[in-house]
T-cell receptor
């Protein structure tokens, strides 16, 4: 069956360091992969999308890589700040139509300590 | 960015009552909306895909008679939890994609915390 795994349930790092989160998937051929941020008691907020034919995407302090051979995506936050503390979700979808389902990983709870 | 409004944000109800949750796309038309539920410290689990003007498509294991979905217009979808029980207590979130044919980038409502006593 299809499976999405975010290896670390929780990650705690020092302010200023780079946070790296991992998303692995099996039995799936995604058209693209997305990363979302979720704060407690709130809905997720879209951060970045990377397509199957892209290797890397950047947005300000965020960087996402996508390796379809390894079936893995890495999500990096450079120069991390306490305000980056949140749960980060990866999500996969197999198609581009508006009706294609988007499946979420279980999330990694990131804590940035001052 | 596109805004999805969901309300109520919190509901406390007695067992056996029905609860309706509304999800509106405020500045775009959403032909497709998705309903998720999320238990504490777990990920979002897709419950159903709501298509405007047609019946919703439910995921395996989700009771369609218990979770009634109505997508009557391009900007409104509702989820009604019928005869709610304590095990239905959860965080319910709706989402929608912006206009067009692609599902790139979901926009989420702020969620509804349902507590059934």
């Amino acid at each position: 069956s299809q499976k999405i795994e975010q290896n670390s349930e929780a990650l705690n790092i020092q302010e200023g360091k780079t946070a790296t989160l991992t998303c692995n998937y099996t039995n799936y051929s995604p058209a693209y992969l997305q990363w979302y941020r979720q704060d407690p008691g709130r809905g997720p907020v879209f951060l970045l999308l990377i397509r199957e034919n892209e290797k890397e995407k950047r947005k300000e302090r965020l960087k996402v890589t996508f390796d379809t051979t390894l079936k893995q995506s890495l999500f990096h936050i450079t120069a991390s700040q306490p305000a980056d503390s949140a749960t980060y979700l990866c999500a996969l979808t197999g198609g581009y139509s508006s009706a294609s389902k988007i499946i979420f990983g279980s999330g990694t709870r990131l804590s940035i300590r001052p | 960015g596109a805004v999805v409004s969901q309300h109520p944000s919190r509901v406390i109800c007695k067992s056996g009552t029905s609860v309706k949750i509304e999800c509106r796309s405020l500045d775009f038309q959403a032909t497709t909306m998705f309903w998720y539920r999320q238990f504490p410290k777990q990920s979002l689990m897709l419950m159903a895909t709501s298509n405007e003007g047609s019946k919703a498509t439910y995921e395996q294991g989700v009771e369609k008679d218990k979770f009634l979905i109505n997508h009557a217009s391009l900007t409104l979808s509702t989820l009604t939890v019928t005869s709610a029980h304590p095990e239905d207590s959860s965080f319910y979130i709706c989402s929608a994609t912006t206009g067009g044919m692609t599902n790139e980038k979901l926009f989420f409502g702020s969620g509804t915390q349902l507590s059934v006593l």
